[in-house]
Structures are given as C-alpha cells and as structure tokens.
C-alpha cells in the first residue's frame, strides 16, 4: 500500500511516499480502515499525533475513519495548513 504525504507528515517521515505491507510478515494487524491505517501510523510514527488534524483521501475522495481501504488503493495524508 502507498501512501502520499504532504506538509508536514512529509516532514515528520521523511519523504513523499511511504509504503505500508499489505500482508503480515511480523503478525502485526494490517490495516483495513482509515482508522487502523492511522492508527499504525501514529504507532510507527509517534510524532504524527502532534498534528491535530490529518485529512485522509482515498482515491482522490475525502474518507471517514470507517472506510474501507486496500493495497490497490490511492491514499493521501493531508495535514492541515498549520500545525
């Protein structure tokens, strides 16, 4: 799964796209949901919680913590304008 990242996400990363496993090598939960990916995120990447914000699009759509996602998908994280 690739991810696309702006402002400051790009930043906090470390670069403008990130790829998340789509199978479970380390018996990690994967995740299926905007919520679940943000939250492996936020895990992976704990300075991700400083935004209080992030917009997620999937497929150049705005999602919901509830939609579905999966590997095939176009995911953006949009932080807001400032921190």
């Known amino acids: 799964m690739t991810i696309l990242l702006f402002g400051a996400t790009k930043d906090i990363i470390g ?11 380390s018996g990690k939960k994967i995740p299926n949901t905007v919520g679940e990916l943000k939250r492996f995120l ?6 991700l919680k400083s935004i ?6 999937v497929n ?3 999602a919901s913590d509830n939609d579905k996602i999966n590997s095939y998908d176009e995911i953006a994280l949009i932080p807001p304008p400032n921190r």
Do not use: D, G, H, I
């Open 15 to 25: 670069t403008p796209t990130l790829s998340v496993p789509t199978a479970s090598l």
């Open 42 to 47: 936020e895990n992976t990447y704990p300075e």
């Open 52 to 57: 209080s914000k992030v917009t997620v699009a």
């Open 60 to 62: 150049q759509n705005y």
